[in-house]
């Protein structure tokens, strides 16, 4: 079984689309994150959950939303997409906030 | 915050060269550090980590790093590479009360060369 798995891998939409990108783990790990990987391949911590509770929220627009509906799971949600929201988003958990981190296989955002 | 900084945005090495990729992370306290690769197309995977205790850490496919404190650097090294190590290499770092989270370096794109 994926340890972390989210879906879908890849999602090609046009611009001003709303779209979720949905994750889970099934190891047990208190902290889900969500990243974001540009094409220079910069990794750019957006969300993280704790227990449910947002306890990191970079200067990401506020059209990204993390939902999670339990310590398995946190999606992300994204309102009207801009070209420049294109990039790998990468899912991951760890126990504890700053222990090793388990990396989902991305999803790749490609807006037109 | 701390901060990560990567040295080396692009090497380039020959087959049974010897690696080192810098890193040097800015933060007083205690650290938690990391080293992952990116094979392409792939996601994240962990190389080796440092808690705690002896400070050269051995991890997978025969890399390992060595945390100096004093310099606030952890390296990475591997004695011969081969062309299946052609990767992204992050470096990363979690500290504090973890508030922030890891955060991670801009990465050094290893191409090894048959």
């Known amino acids: 079984d994926t340890a972390v798995s989210q879906t879908p891998k890849y999602l090609v939409t046009q611009m001003g689309n709303d779209k979720s990108i949905k994750c889970e783990q099934n190891?047990?790990?208190?902290?889900m994150y969500w990243y974001k990987q540009d094409s220079k391949k910069f990794l750019k911590i957006m969300f993280s959950?704790?227990?449910?509770?947002?306890?990191i929220n970079e200067t990401v627009p506020n059209r990204f939303s993390p939902k999670s509906p339990d310590k398995a799971h946190l999606n992300l949600h994204i309102n009207s997409l801009e070209l420049g929201d294109s990039a790998v988003y990468f899912c991951?958990?760890?126990?504890?906030?700053?222990?090793?981190?388990?990396f989902g296989e991305g999803s790749r955002l490609t807006v037109l | 915050a701390q901060s990560v900084s990567q040295h080396n945005h692009h090497v380039i090495l020959s087959e049974a060269a010897s690696l080192e990729l810098g890193c040097n992370y800015s933060y007083g306290g205690t650290v938690n550090l990391f080293w992952y690769v990116q094979y392409p197309g792939q996601h994240l995977q962990l190389l080796l980590k440092y808690f705690s205790g002896d400070p050269l850490v051995k991890g997978i496919k025969g890399f390992e790093a060595e945390f100096i404190k004093s310099k606030f650097s952890f390296n990475l090294r591997k004695p011969s590479v081969q062309w299946s190590d052609t990767a992204e290499y992050f470096c990363a770092v979690g500290a504090g009360g973890g508030a922030d989270g890891l955060t991670f370096g801009k990465g050094t794109h290893l191409i090894i060369q048959p």
């Open positions: 190891l047990g790990h208190d902290t």
């Open positions: 959950y704790n227990n449910k509770e947002l306890i």
């Open positions: 991951a958990s760890s126990q504890g906030p700053i222990g090793e981190l388990f």
